[in-house]
């Protein structure tokens, strides 16, 4: 079946745009994760949907980000008045449910540029 | 503190050779999931293995398996037969239950090399 989809696969903007990120997770599961990963680095947690619940989102860096969730479904990540450091790979997964058992499928990321 | 350590930043090993690939973790959790990732150069996020904390046995996965020793916090990778294919950076990950945290957190990772 389909995995986790992600577009734009690349962006580049410049310092100060607005951008959107989209996931589309696999089909049935209920929980969506965004992470971020600055070259070299790990994967840095951003925001966790799971329903119809409130995201948790404790690993945003700023009040330029923000992330929703349509009908349980869809995901969009959102960088306002993008700054350089904002430059990574954004990382969306999906998983079933959130057991400790449940495996996050990640999508092939975004690879975002700041100008 | 730092959850998830891997001190290996890089890693050599010859083809059809086994490689291990150090993971030790914190947590006062009594319950967690402990992954392990592989990130070709294309980027992509490919789960390779997953340990919960109460299982028994080590998990495998194929040429894949998990050295678990609980009271010393470290959940190894072992890779048996390495292929030109396994060159990548691996991650190891946990997933605590307890709490309000569901995300993963991952190690800083390990770029492994197959040579020919």
């Known amino acids: 079946g389909a995995g986790v989809s992600q577009s734009p696969s690349n962006k580049v903007t410049e310092k100060g745009k607005d951008v959107e990120l989209r996931c589309d997770p696999i089909s049935g599961h209920t929980a969506l994760y965004w992470y971020r990963q600055s070259l070299g680095q790990g994967l840095e947690f951003l925001i966790y949907?799971?329903?119809?619940?409130?995201?948790?989102k404790s690993g945003l860096p700023s009040d330029r980000f923000s992330a929703e969730r349509t009908g349980g479904s869809v995901s969009t990540l959102t960088i306002q008045r993008t700054q350089q450091e904002d430059s990574a790979v954004y990382l969306c997964?999906?998983?079933?449910?959130?057991?400790?058992?449940?495996?996050?499928?990640f999508g092939p990321g975004t690879r975002l540029l700041v100008l | 503190a730092q959850k998830i350590t891997q001190t290996q930043p890089g890693m050599f090993v010859q083809e059809k050779e086994a490689v291990t690939l150090d993971c030790t973790y914190d947590?006062?959790?009594?319950?967690?999931?402990l992954f392990w990732y592989k990130q070709p150069s294309s980027g992509e996020m490919i789960f390779l293995i997953y340990?919960?904390?109460?299982?028994?046995q080590n998990a495998t996965e194929g040429r894949y398996s998990l050295n678990f020793q609980k009271a010393r916090k470290s959940a190894n990778l072992v890779i048996s037969a390495s292929q030109l294919g396994d060159s990548a950076m691996y991650f190891c990950a946990m997933r605590e239950v307890a709490g309000s945290a569901r995300q993963l957190t991952f190690g800083s990772g390990t770029q492994l090399t197959v040579l020919p």
């Open positions: 340990q919960g904390s109460y299982d028994q």
């Open positions: 949907f799971q329903g119809n619940s409130a995201p948790d």
């Open positions: 997964a999906s998983s079933p449910r959130h057991r400790s058992g449940e495996t996050q499928y």
């Open positions: 947590t006062s959790d009594p319950s967690y999931g």
